[in-house]
Nanobody, 120 residues
Framework: QVQLVESGGGLVQPGGSLRLSCAAS????????MGWYRQAPGKQRELVAT???????NYADSVKGRFTISRDNAKNTVYLQMNSLKPEDTAVYYC??????????????WGQGTQVTVSS
């Protein structure tokens, strides 16, 4: 039902910055939360940052102070501003939407992912 499309990935040098965008096919204002996850080769997908409709933000310890998640409800777009990038930030970054379902369920929607590579 909900389609998410990420963009903005690429190759950057350590210490550089990058902004990821996630465009949703529907209203993100109705979502319980929007977020970014990432997955490096051979590793589990991990939470990077989330923002709820409250709004409340949550960040992984590894990115606190460097990454900022934001949402533009009018554009149905979520952003991830990444500063002071490190090689360990290299991963495929996925946009996530959590929608309210019946009986208090949260339904996950995922984008196709965008590659972020931090290397000299």
């Amino acid at each position: 039902q909900v389609q998410l499309v990420e963009s903005g990935g690429g190759l950057v040098q350590p210490g550089g910055s990058l902004r990821l965008s996630c465009a949703a096919s529907g209203s993100i204002a109705s979502m319980y939360a929007m977020g970014w996850y990432r997955q490096a080769p051979g590793k589990q997908r991990e939470l990077v940052a989330t923002v709820t409709s409250a709004p409340t933000t949550n960040y992984a310890d590894s990115v606190k102070g460097r990454f900022t998640i934001s949402r533009d409800n009018a554009k149905n777009t979520v952003y991830l501003q990444m500063n002071s990038l490190k090689p360990e930030d290299t991963a495929v970054y996925y946009c996530n939407a959590k929608d309210r379902g019946d009986w208090g369920r949260l339904i996950d929607y995922w984008g196709q992912g965008t590659q972020v590579t931090v290397s000299s």
